[in-house]
């Protein structure tokens, strides 16, 4: 059974802060990975992918990824009360169905 | 920008009934997949498919059916409504291969009553 692991929080930072999302993953073979924002009653949008070990910075947001420990973060810089919302992980293999972590609740506190 | 829409944001329904939800993306996606999202158990796979006219069983697919007649359509089906239904549901589409994350639409909450 495939599986990504996130703690579900929440997780509460103040504003201006760093925020760190962090997610692990079962599958070895795994080769895309994916952040999703989801605001409350609101769909999943994309936000980062990464496919490569090392860092990919967007803005203010910063994928990392170490396929030795399996392991993938999402890093929130400046964070603002707007990025309140659950954040997914999500990986895959080839073109197999995206397997979803149950995400983890991020409270920016003003 | 990619767009998938559902034809439904609210949807009520009795027990027993046969539904149907819809969903249409522009982009000319291969990929399309059907989840419900139920509060402490995350996304779950109800179906997929990877082409017209073909489907895959995801991980929750009892009491489902779909779909697929043209490529940008793929339609869900409850052949029976049944109250443990009750959920959003959310459609997505994506491009074939490795790197094909998701776009999802904006989701249809089904109460099943």
């Known amino acids: 059974q495939k599986e990504v692991e996130q703690n579900s929080g929440p997780l509460s930072v103040p504003e201006g802060a760093i925020a760190s999302l962090n997610c692990t993953y079962s599958d070895r073979g795994s080769q895309s990975f994916f952040w999703y924002r989801q605001y409350s009653g609101k769909s999943p949008e994309l936000i980062m992918f990464?496919?490569?070990?090392g860092d990919k910075e967007d803005g203010r947001f910063t994928a990392q990824l170490n396929k030795a420990s399996q392991y993938v973060s999402l890093l929130i810089r400046d964070s603002q009360p707007s990025d309140s919302a659950t954040y997914l992980c999500?990986?895959?293999?080839?073109?197999?169905?995206?397997?979803f972590g149950k995400g983890t609740r991020l409270s920016v506190i003003a | 920008d990619v767009k998938v829409t559902q034809s439904s944001r609210y949807l009520v329904k009795r027990t027993g009934e046969k539904v149907f939800l819809e969903c249409v993306q522009d982009m000319d996606h291969e990929n399309m997949f059907w989840y419900r999202q139920d509060p402490g158990l995350g996304l779950r796979l109800i179906y997929f498919s990877y082409d017209v006219k073909m489907k895959e069983k995801g991980d929750i697919p009892e009491g489902y059916s779909v779909s697929r007649e043209k490529k940008e359509r793929f339609s869900l089906i409850l052949e029976s409504a049944s109250t443990n239904q009750t959920s959003m549901y959310l459609c997505?589409?994506?491009?074939?291969?490795?790197?094909?994350?998701?776009?999802f639409g904006s989701g249809t909450r089904l109460t099943v009553v």
């Open positions: 997505a589409s994506s491009l074939k291969g490795q790197g094909g994350g998701y776009t």
């Open positions: 999500a990986v895959k293999r080839g073109n197999t169905p995206l397997v």
């Open positions: 990464i496919y490569s070990n």
